[in-house]
């Protein structure tokens, strides 16, 4: 299977901040990942696949991008609903891996 | 409005079987993958497979074949994931997500999750 890595695994920020997260590839994945948020008690929500398209109705201040084996998802101001679990997935290669996540809190 | 509607939670004895259910709208079922992702309590995301409600092919995680069943009931737009035995080691949030390949076959819509608890 493809390992996925995530770092930080969590980071404490404020209001405005700018936030990177990083997700590293155990091989070349191409543009075959993708970005979920997903907030206490409540299902993952797409946020951006492939690796830099935005799913319909997210903000524009999340962005993602890279290719092959490292990608970066980035929160240009941080705002009070961004508060989450953020997981990044691979769909390169059969199983469809998930990074361990990166929590984001204040 | 896409929605995929899951069963409620469940609360089994280790041996007992269990299937929970995922009821789609809003798009044409056959069309799309549907697919199961456990989450443990306290832990992160874990693919199991995924069903084309079409003819029913499945692709399960080699971590999970055996495991579980996935099936389709093409008629109620309905999918499920089924456990013959389960253990105390399948208590998780079970989400069902649609998989679009529109969308580099990222899970788009999701459920709302089931919760299900495995004790004695």
């Known amino acids: 299977d493809i390992q996925m890595t995530q770092s930080p695994s969590s980071l404490s920020a404020s209001v405005g901040d700018r936030v990177t997260i990083t997700c590293r590839a155990s091989?070349?994945?191409?543009?075959?990942l993708n970005w979920y948020q997903q907030k206490p008690g409540k299902a993952p929500k797409l946020l951006i696949y492939?690796?830099?398209t935005l799913q319909s109705g997210v903000p524009s201040r999340f962005s993602g991008r890279g290719s092959g084996t490292e990608f970066t998802l980035t929160i240009s101001s941080l705002q009070p609903d961004d508060f989450a679990t953020y997981y990044c997935q691979q769909t390169h290669r059969s199983p469809p891996t998930f990074g361990p996540g990166t929590k984001v809190d204040i | 409005e896409v929605q995929l509607l899951q069963s409620g939670a469940e609360l089994k004895k280790p041996g007992e079987s269990l299937k929970i259910s995922c009821k789609c709208s809003g798009y044409r079922f056959p069309n799309d993958w549907i697919g199961w992702v456990r989450q443990m309590p306290g832990k992160g995301l874990e693919w199991m497979g995924i069903?084309?409600?079409?003819?029913?092919?499945?692709r399960y995680s080699p971590s999970f074949e055996g495991q579980v069943t996935m099936s389709v009931d093409k008629s109620i737009n309905t999918a499920y994931l089924h456990w013959s035995r389960l253990k105390a080691s399948d208590t998780a949030m079970y989400y069902c997500a649609r998989r679009t390949s529109a969308a580099a076959s990222a899970f788009d819509v999701w459920g709302q999750g089931t919760l299900v608890t495995v004790s004695s």
């Open positions: 091989q070349s994945i191409g543009n075959y």
């Open positions: 069903i084309y409600p079409g003819d029913s092919e499945t």
């Open positions: 492939a690796p830099s």
